[in-house]
């Protein structure tokens, strides 16, 4: 079944038309998906391109030297990547952590723990208690707000387990049996086993907190705080809806932003991709 | 603690005294201290909050010391029509969201399925996983100027025709379409993936034995393909019906004063009632009403799901 032989033949006619249909329909939908991406890297490169043009008549870096003497984009970006960093860490450590501990089926009072999980999905405080919470906490303007919450979701955490299931629990006993208490059996077996989860739930982690933006504009207050997302909305919607003219340079400037706030994910994301596939996938099936 | 643990241990019967119990808890004494930091930070981050929901019954601002007032701050809300709109727009706007996304995820992953050449099917998932993972202030940014009326792509093309330029995100008729679409173009690819996990679990056999039956290509995708992933399609449906009241980023960035009426939303209303305008009573309690409604709908949902799965596996 890998492979299909295309046919006229009477019979196969109607099949192999479906199948030609279907990879035009698949490529026409992978150019919706990309066009609007790619307008954008397009936008950010060529200063003469208005409307309808999809390849640039003549490149120029200019937006991006504007970028780069801005001195005023940096500090978001480094609150970005330092959040980023941060929440990653944090969270990967919190879901393995959990998703292990839960793994034990003997272990007193499993259920509650993952009750105790399991309950944050259904019901939450909302947004002005968590607000009040957070003040009352003296955390507001604290980066830590992003950083300390980040990862505990029930979703990676039986996306982590599913994943931990698939190591051969007799690797587990047999460190047991030569004396590794639980820590050491979690650090020196159960992590390295499970690069490809690790990979994906980081890649969930990371790219959540880079994508951030409310909880920053809800938490922190001064200027210094606000990461590279918030500065994005900020560059994007200044003379928007005013109506004013907007010179080219304007929007080249606004799309060479959006470029590099998605660029680092693009980076990551044909390597990381096919760990998450397979992570994702067993998550999923098992369900 | 012990009625919990003997659900556990269901196919264990031998009751443990308390001695016993205590020598567990000593054995596994590791792993809670590993529970302990995930224990902590929901505690702090997620539990806490949760008494906060007391001021849904107080009349409390940041100017003045919160004071009791029963269910005053519903009685406003209930009849506040600006709450009701919020409301009707919530429920209107995530439910065609949430059918319309998963009848394209499902159809795509049909499709996708369909494709036997590896590699055209690696690159197909590669990029339309892609949208997902960009932010909603960055895809707002992206259409904002993939629409704009002076220099958006969409806008030149409608000129060229020699219409007038549309535009779309300040229009109260356009707002939703471009609302639904520009969901359906980040999420829809993303849905795939579990069906696409589901389909690849299917028998292959059950696929030889209706051919073999006579099955047309069509037939099989009908009697095999969707009874095979329906579970996991009800799964999804109800593990977003929990969500449906949760909007808020997406319309958040994407909505704008001219537009407000098509698109104010529950969660936009509690922002705009407690941090704008800082009436930290008021928004509480509608966050607690959408909250409620929301448990309720997993409850009714769940049961749903019980009831359904148990007819399945009878039938």
Redesign the interface.
Known sequence: ????KLSFKKGRRG?TI??IC??I??CF??L??????W??IV?SLDPTS???RLWPKQISFYAYQTILSKKSLYLPFFVSVYTTIGATAVGL??TT??A??IL??????????I???MF??????????????IQR?GLMNNLLVII??AG?STYNIVLMRSFFESIPSTLYEAAELDGC???RT?WKIVLPLSKPALASVGLFIA?GT?????PFI?YMQDNTKMNF??K??EL?LQD??SGT??S?SD?ML??A??VV??FP??II??FV?KYF?KG??VG??K? | ?KS??E??TKYVPPKKNFKQ?MV??YH?R??????L???L??L???Y??????K?AFYDYTPFKEPTWVGFENFGYLFRSARFWRAFRNTIELSTIKLVLGMVFSVG?AL??D?????A?RK?????????H??????V???????L?P????V???IT?FGHEPIYFL?SDSWWRVVFYLLNL?KET?WGT??YI??L??VD?EMYEAAAIDGAT?WQRVKYVSIPAISI?IL?VFILNL?KVLNL??SV??LQ?DSVIKSSDVI?TY??RM??VSAN?GV??AS??F??VI??IL?TIANKLNKKIKGEGILG
Not at chain 1, 32 to 37: F, G, H, N, Q, R
Not at chain 2, 123 to 131: D, E, G, K
């Open positions: 079944m890998m492979t299909e099949r479906f199948v279907n990879v329909f698949l939908l992978m919706i998906m990309v066009i609007p991406l307008k954008v936008d208005v409307g309808i450590l919190m952590l959990a292990y501990v034990q089926q003997e272990i007193p009072g499993r259920k509650l723990m009750g105790y999980i944050t999905m259904l019901f939450s405080g909302g947004m002005i208690p968590a607000y009040l919470n906490l300390l919450p505990v208490t639980p820590l979690f790219v880079w994508n951030e933006y409310m809800l997302q918030v994005v909305r994007i928007a809806l003219a907007i080219a929007d606004k799309s932003v959006v706030v998605v994910f693009l994301y044909p991709q596939t994702v996938t999923a099936v369900g | 603690m919990s643990k659900k556990t119990k567990d808890i596994y590791w792993f809670y201290l590993m529970f930091p995930v224990f930070s929901l702090v981050f997620h806490f909050p949760i008494y906060g929901i001021f795509l499709l996708i369909e494709i036997k050449s590896v055209f690159v197909t998932q590669t990029i339309v996983y892609i949208p993972f960009i932010s909603w202030v960055v707002a940014s992206i259409f904002t100027l993939f704009s002076q220099s958006g792509m806008n030149a093309i060229a300040a173009w690819g993936i579990i996990a589901a690849a679990g292959q290509h996991t799964t929990a808020f980023d958040f960035v704008n969660g509690v922002y407690g941090i930290y928004s509480t966050g607690l959408k909250s929301s448990v997993i």
